[in-house]
């Protein structure tokens, strides 16, 4: 299958010429296909932000190519113009960047650009409002005036109004209480079903990502180090812990039976698969006639 979104070899050099210069990421290589949930991880500063920010053309890359579809998004004006609209970015803390009098002028706010007519633009925003929860009466008041965690949902619910393919969100839970991360997941997983978009999320939480991603892009220095399925990436903790990241808790846990001689399997990474695999080692136990 043709990956939906794949870069060849893009580096970003900040500040070029200046004593500030900087290789923020160098010579990534990055696919991912259609429908595809995509966890994009890595130490403060590993240049995940800088990435994610090439594959909707706001980057240009110092040297290197984006393609969309196969196309590459600078082949011309119209190329770069569509992927704006095709490959939805979501920065941290998007909160802070609603500015319009109501909510659903912020939400309009991409289709408009997009030049929809005024029936479209409103169903799109009762659409994405709808992904993400808010309700019809929210979106006649001022932004100034939701919750901490409906303003982030308005704000994601911006980009999905642009129904992209591609949905990127860069630490989509951070600063949010368990219940307000909950929603935001949610959110993205009804966006993804309904749609079969591509998701890729940056993100500080393993627990969270091992839970929900297909597959994992570890970065480190700039360069994507390790990739894999959540299961290949978490089973290599020593070198994540090397690079100043973590493995999700209950694989922490698991290994630590492990190295206190329980059989538990080193590939866990969900608290659903530490549970089946205690169960049925206590239904061995009993089977096996121990009285314990
Ligand atoms: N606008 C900029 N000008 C100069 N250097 C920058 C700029 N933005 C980022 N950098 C540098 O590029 C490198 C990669 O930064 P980037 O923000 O992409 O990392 P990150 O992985 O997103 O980090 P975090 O987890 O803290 O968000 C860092 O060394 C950073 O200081
Ligand atoms: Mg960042």
Known sequence: MNPIIKTE?????????TPFERVAIKDVDFEAERGEYIGVIGHTG??????????????????????????DIRASKAATRDVRFKVGLVFQYPEYQLFEETVFKDIAFGPRNMGLSETEIDARVR??????????AKLEVSPFDLSGGEKRRAAIAGVIAMRPEVLILDEPTAGLDPHGRDEILGNIDAYRRSTN????????????????ADRLFVFSGGEIVISGTPRAVFLRGDELRQ??????????????????????????????????????????????????
């Open 197 to 212: 978009a591509t998701i890729l999320v940056v993100t500080h939480s393993m627990d969270e990502i091992a839970k929900s």
């Open 9 to 17: 070899k893009i580096s970003h050099v900040y500040s070029v010429d």
């Open 243 to 292: 690079m100043g990241l973590a493995v999700p808790k209950v694989t922490e846990i698991a290994h630590r039976l492990r190295d206190a001689g329980v059989a538990v399997s080193a590939d866990i990474y969900t608290i659903e698969q530490l549970a089946t695999e205690l169960a049925s080692m206590r239904a061995a136990i009993r089977g096996g006639g121990t009285n314990a």
């Open 46 to 71: 590993s240049g995940k932000s800088t990435f994610i920010q090439h594959l909707n053309g706001l980057l240009v890359p110092s040297s290197g190519r984006v393609l969309y579809d196969g196309n």
């Open 127 to 136: 659409e994405a409002a709808g992904f993400v929860g808010l309700p019809d």
